[in-house]
């Protein structure tokens, strides 16, 4: 048996392979592409996200922006926000630490201070029971 499609029996084997342009408009990417496969980030993403802005939910606002950024990297609104939730977040940490040492800073002038007057009551006691014992 010949391979070659000599054989008068069988006809000449033909492979189709279809053409693809590479044009870059939509209408002609959409002709490739099911309704079912579009590109674009889940309804329920971009619902979370707008609900973490609108919470000032900075930290899940940042999470859900990026998953959209991975489903569309060229999302106008996600790239708009994602500088600005980054600069709110380090806000929010800058504030935390320098909350946290004015706590502490107060704390400690605060112990200083209990300090100081745990001694000047034990002096006073001591004194007033030296002074009682003469």
């Known amino acids: 048996m010949e391979l070659n499609g000599n054989n008068p029996a069988s006809?000449?084997?033909?492979?189709?392979?279809?053409q693809l342009t590479t044009s870059s408009s939509v209408e002609d990417l959409s002709e490739y592409?099911?309704?079912?496969?579009?590109i674009s980030a889940p309804t329920?993403?971009?619902?979370?996200?707008?609900s973490a802005l609108?919470?000032?939910d900075y930290e899940n606002a940042l999470k859900y922006c990026k998953m959209i950024l991975q489903y569309e990297p060229n999302h106008a609104t996600a790239?708009?926000?994602?500088?600005?939730?980054?600069?709110?977040?380090?806000?929010?940490?800058?504030e935390a630490e320098s909350k946290e040492d004015k706590d502490s800073?107060?704390?400690?002038?605060?112990?200083?201070?209990?300090?100081?007057?745990?001694?000047e009551n034990n002096e006073s006691s001591s004194s007033s029971s030296s002074s009682s014992s003469s």
């Open 11 to 18: 006809p000449p084997i033909t492979c189709n392979k279809p």
């Open 33 to 38: 592409t099911d309704a079912d496969e579009s």
């Open 44 to 50: 329920e993403i971009l619902a979370e996200f707008l």
């Open 54 to 56: 609108m919470l000032k």
């Open 79 to 94: 790239k708009e926000f994602y500088p600005l939730i980054l600069e709110k977040l380090i806000q929010a940490s800058a």
């Open 105 to 119: 800073s107060e704390s400690d002038s605060s112990d200083d201070n209990s300090d100081s007057e745990s001694e």
